[in-house]
């Protein structure tokens, strides 16, 4: 049997690089082979991804020089910044550059940046629909990863951008979740209006990446938009309700409000609501289902991740 490639991958023990470790392993009789990256191999979750056999090595997205080491021999490099650690557009920025310099001096033969749309491009900072963030931004941790797409052009490296959808796990660990309102009943509190919002499994993040990876050079130099389903506040609704047995409403508030809530973040999660809102054709065309479903045929629906995940979402 031929060696398998390496695909090295960072934030190997997160939601987006977790997943597709979790794929690579899990297709036996793939081309490929994981190559986990983290700041700890010694972590529950680093000896989780060594039992199913992925390579696991340290590196840290801040230094160059360890990840042009953790990239070296592969194949493939899957690059994802983490902006809910540090809120921090400049350090994103900072760091996709680092994963470009060394995907580029381990000469990879594809490259899969996740990135987002460039808000401004729809929402100058000159349009006071929403207010304008840290000076420069609408949505920082959109605008900051699109502003870094050039550096991996620039340096020739092949590299195919993926625009990911809010995930649903966002229910559980993000406090997206239904919330008991005064009246003791359970609401999904989004400013969405009636529009569409793409969503998914962070799980099917990394099978699409893996069918990005095993198309070979289809996709490079191409921009890939992926989401398991387009619901409205409504439709989730409906279906948490569902999958709850209890009833669940949806509560649209207008982004002003939401940017109000005062949690870290509030304001860049409120600007993107509202740009998912008030730019829903352009948001949800740049996400295919289909496409995602070519590339993941076991790509999950709101209601088949609710039959499993239902029971993982606080409710208070
Ligand atoms: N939440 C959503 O709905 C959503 C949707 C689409 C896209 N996104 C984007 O997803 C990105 C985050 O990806 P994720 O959700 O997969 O991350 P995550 O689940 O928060 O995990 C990230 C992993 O990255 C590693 N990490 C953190 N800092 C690092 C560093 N300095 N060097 C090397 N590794 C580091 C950590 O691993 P170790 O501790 O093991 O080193 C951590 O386990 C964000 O930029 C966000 O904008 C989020």
């Given at each position: 049997m031929a060696e398998k490639k390496i695909i090295a991958v960072v934030g190997?023990?997160?939601a987006q690089g977790g997943g597709l470790v979790r794929a690579i392993m899990n297709d036996k009789n793939g081309p490929f082979t994981a190559r986990a990256i983290t700041r700890?191999?010694?972590?529950d979750k680093a000896k989780l991804l060594s039992k199913l056999g992925a390579e696991v090595v340290a590196a840290d997205v801040n230094e160059v020089e360890s990840l042009k080491r953790a990239f070296k021999g592969a194949h493939g490099v899957y690059c994802v910044t983490f902006f809910w650690a540090d809120f921090s557009p400049e350090n994103e920025k900072a760091q996709a550059t680092n994963m470009a310099r060394a995907a580029k001096d381990a000469g990879v033969q594809h490259a899969i940046w996740s990135t987002f749309e460039d808000t401004r491009k729809w929402i100058p900072l000159t349009d006071n629909r929403m207010p304008t963030l840290m000076g420069k931004y609408k949505v920082a941790h959109f605008d900051a990863k699109s502003e870094v797409d050039h550096v991996f052009t620039d340096l020739g490296v092949p590299t195919t951008f993926l625009l990911t959808s809010f995930y649903w796990e966002n229910l559980i660990h993000f406090g997206a979740g239904p919330r008991k309102g005064p009246d003791g009943k359970l609401a999904l509190t989004y400013?969405?209006?009636?529009k569409k919002l793409p969503g998914m499994t962070s799980e099917d993040i990394g099978k699409c990446a893996l069918g990005i990876f095993k198309?070979?050079?289809?996709?490079?130099g191409k921009t890939v938009g992926i989401a398991g389903e387009h619901l409205t506040g409504t439709q989730m609704a409906a279906a948490l309700t569902k999958a709850l047995g209890q009833e669940v409403r949806y509560n649209e508030v207008p982004a002003e409000v939401y940017r109000s809530f005062?949690?870290?973040?509030a304001e860049d999660m409120g600007n993107m609501f509202q740009f998912k809102r008030d730019f829903e054709q352009v948001y949800t065309g740049a996400r295919s289902i289909e496409v995602s479903r070519a590339l993941n045929p076991a790509l999950q629906t709101f209601e088949s991740w609710l039959k499993t995940n239902a029971g993982r979402i606080p409710l208070e």
């Amino acid at each position: 049997m031929a060696e398998k490639k390496i695909i090295a991958v960072v934030g190997a023990t997160g939601a987006q690089g977790g997943g597709l470790v979790r794929a690579i392993m899990n297709d036996k009789n793939g081309p490929f082979t994981a190559r986990a990256i983290t700041r700890d191999v010694n972590s529950d979750k680093a000896k989780l991804l060594s039992k199913l056999g992925a390579e696991v090595v340290a590196a840290d997205v801040n230094e160059v020089e360890s990840l042009k080491r953790a990239f070296k021999g592969a194949h493939g490099v899957y690059c994802v910044t983490f902006f809910w650690a540090d809120f921090s557009p400049e350090n994103e920025k900072a760091q996709a550059t680092n994963m470009a310099r060394a995907a580029k001096d381990a000469g990879v033969q594809h490259a899969i940046w996740s990135t987002f749309e460039d808000t401004r491009k729809w929402i100058p900072l000159t349009d006071n629909r929403m207010p304008t963030l840290m000076g420069k931004y609408k949505v920082a941790h959109f605008d900051a990863k699109s502003e870094v797409d050039h550096v991996f052009t620039d340096l020739g490296v092949p590299t195919t951008f993926l625009l990911t959808s809010f995930y649903w796990e966002n229910l559980i660990h993000f406090g997206a979740g239904p919330r008991k309102g005064p009246d003791g009943k359970l609401a999904l509190t989004y400013p969405m209006g009636d529009k569409k919002l793409p969503g998914m499994t962070s799980e099917d993040i990394g099978k699409c990446a893996l069918g990005i990876f095993k198309r070979g050079r289809e996709f490079i130099g191409k921009t890939v938009g992926i989401a398991g389903e387009h619901l409205t506040g409504t439709q989730m609704a409906a279906a948490l309700t569902k999958a709850l047995g209890q009833e669940v409403r949806y509560n649209e508030v207008p982004a002003e409000v939401y940017r109000s809530f005062g949690f870290p973040g509030a304001e860049d999660m409120g600007n993107m609501f509202q740009f998912k809102r008030d730019f829903e054709q352009v948001y949800t065309g740049a996400r295919s289902i289909e496409v995602s479903r070519a590339l993941n045929p076991a790509l999950q629906t709101f209601e088949s991740w609710l039959k499993t995940n239902a029971g993982r979402i606080p409710l208070e």
